[in-house]
């Protein structure tokens, strides 16, 4: 009768010079989460809006998972930032003939759609919101549009009288 004997050897192997080295097997690496939730978001504290953030595209996923970027850039640079805002979308369609010719009933019709999203920036320094804005169209997908509306705000200052 034979038995069985399941243990995890640990290879050994030589060198010319230092003679066996053992090697260890790799320790489970620890799964950073924060990735896989939602993104962090600072309240504000006067809501005062310093800054929209239109987002346009024809990818939906692509779309949401750039606002996701932008609203995690947004916290780690101290900016309080609204959730994604899901705005209508726009379909655009039009037909055309499928023959250069003479056959006019032969048509083919075509749809594009472009989604939309908005975020909004609160209670915010401008040179903090410049940089962030600088910080995201380095690093826009291709495929992605951005307009971004900015509101400066200055001190008011009383006559003497």
Known sequence: MREL?????????TTAESGPIELTPPTEAKLNLEAFEVPKRLKPTH???VCNLHMRGYLPQQLDFYADFAQRAAYHLGMPCSGTVRLPTQT???TVIRSPFVHKKSQENFERKTHKRLLQIKDSHPEVVQRWLQYLTMNAPAGVGLRATTWDFEAVQQQKK
């Open 92 to 94: 655009s369609r039009w």
């Open 5 to 13: 004997c399941i243990s995890r050897a640990i290879p050994k192997y």
């Open 47 to 49: 809501n005062i809006t």
